[in-house]
């Protein structure tokens, strides 16, 4: 019998959450000789739902309500997230814990296998409306279709010529090893990137001693994860709203661009500030109310 303490992780089912949540569990092991951590998979219904798209069917909370209860259960000790998929209203009792160095926090464009050149007579895979609204200003004539499944499914629908290319993150395929299907990167500049992009949330329960997840969280990250969110709270930006954050920090200063969409008018406003990084979560505060009400000027100008 092993007489090491076991920590149960709860992940969603997909090779990426998987491999997501091996980071973590390899970290604890490393960390902690006297621990071993074990990953209990599971479906969540925002994986069982394929056929609609995500604001159709109750958005991102859809991906981490069966973990939520898992843990509440006591038959986890901690779920593994992409920051990206977590609703911006966390429950008290379940409080995000941790925060992963960041991966590439890059959007990307994914040609099918073989390919060189965009054909502009096919859609491009894209379910997301922050996506389709920044692609649409570099690519003012192709359609933007929506495609749901984990990033393997989508990659395979792409490759037997349903799309013409897929907009996906850089960090799922770096982390899944496809880095190679990567056609071309766009730039935070051209295409900011969704709030907490490439940064994995680790998920526990209130009160709990987690001294043995210390030195996973990154302050970096985490100073990033707090701006990009508050920015997208403050509009009340949920996943069917086309709201981007994305952060830099640079000597101890945090720099935060944000994109803003009016649902009524259709209008947009991009902007961004900079803060001492303790200000984090006031500058996304800041920021966001900045745009919303430069976008209301454009919507109601002064007579």
Not at 125 to 150: A, H, T, W
């Amino acid at each position: 019998m092993s007489s090491k303490k076991k920590i149960i992780i709860g992940s969603r089912e997909s090779r990426l959450a998987v491999i997501q949540s091996e980071i973590v569990k390899e970290f604890i092991e490393k960390a902690n000789p006297d621990m071993e951590a074990e990953i209990l998979t599971m479906k969540t219904t925002g994986d069982i739902i394929l056929d609609k798209t995500l604001d159709k069917i109750g958005g991102k909370g859809l991906f981490v309500k069966e973990l939520d209860r898992a843990l509440l259960d006591g038959r986890t000790d901690i779920s593994v997230h992409s920051l990206k998929d977590m609703p911006m209203e966390i429950p008290e009792e379940l409080p995000l814990a941790a925060f992963s160095k960041r991966e590439d926090p890059r959007d990307v464009l994914v040609l099918p296998t073989g390919v060189k050149e965009l054909d502009k007579t096919r859609p491009v895979g894209c379910s997301s409306l922050r996506r389709i609204l920044q692609f649409k200003e570099m690519y003012p004539d192709l359609e933007c279709r929506s495609v749901r499944g984990n990033v393997q499914t989508r990659l395979s629908k792409l490759d037997s010529g349903e799309y013409s290319a897929l907009i996906l993150a850089a960090a799922g395929l770096k982390r899944l090893g496809l880095s190679h299907r990567i056609s071309r990167y766009f730039e935070p500049e051209e295409m900011i990137p969704a709030a907490g992009q490439g940064i994995l949330a680790v998920q526990s329960r209130s009160g709990e001693d987690l001294s043995w997840l210390a030195g996973f969280d990154d302050r970096e990250a985490r100073a990033a994860a707090l701006a990009e969110r508050a920015f997208v709270k403050t509009l009340d930006g949920g996943c069917s709203s086309p709201v981007a954050a994305h952060a830099v920090i640079k000597d101890s200063r945090i720099f935060l661009t944000g994109l803003y969409y009016e649902e009524e008018t259709g209008k947009y406003e991009k902007g961004s500030g900079e803060a001492e990084l303790s200000q984090a979560e006031k500058l996304g505060r800041e920021l966001a109310e900045k745009l919303r009400r430069l976008c209301r000027q454009k919507s109601n100008p002064p007579m």
